[in-house]
């Protein structure tokens, strides 16, 4: 499902304008963006959370050459499904 199948699911469910759903999809999507960006993450019960993590530095390999290589430290977003989801999922 892409960003324009979901606004349509959504629209229909809310019996809101696409437009408007479009707006508010897009607006959680920039409030959850900057709450993981600043280390503050977003927490919905029984569906999941939204936080970021912070991944060491290691050595990695070229798979065209095998050369080694350095990649460094970095923060990346993740995403931990709630109890709730990962039930609905089984």
Do not use: C, W, Y
């Not at 324009?4 to 897009?26: C, F, G, P, W, Y």
């Not at 993450?41 to 350095?70: D, W």
Request: glycine share 6%; aromatic share 4%.
């Amino acid at each position: 499902m892409n960003k324009a199948e979901l606004v349509e699911a959504i629209s229909k469910i809310t019996q809101h304008t696409k437009a408007d759903t479009e707006r508010t999809l897009d607006a959680f999507i920039e409030t959850v963006t900057r709450n993981v960006k600043k280390k503050d993450g977003v927490k919905l019960v029984g569906f999941g959370t939204f936080t970021s993590s912070q991944r060491k530095a290691r050595v990695g390999r070229n798979p065209q050459t095998g050369e080694e290589i350095q990649i460094p430290a970095r923060r990346v977003p993740v995403f931990r499904p709630g109890k709730e989801l990962k039930d609905s999922v089984r």
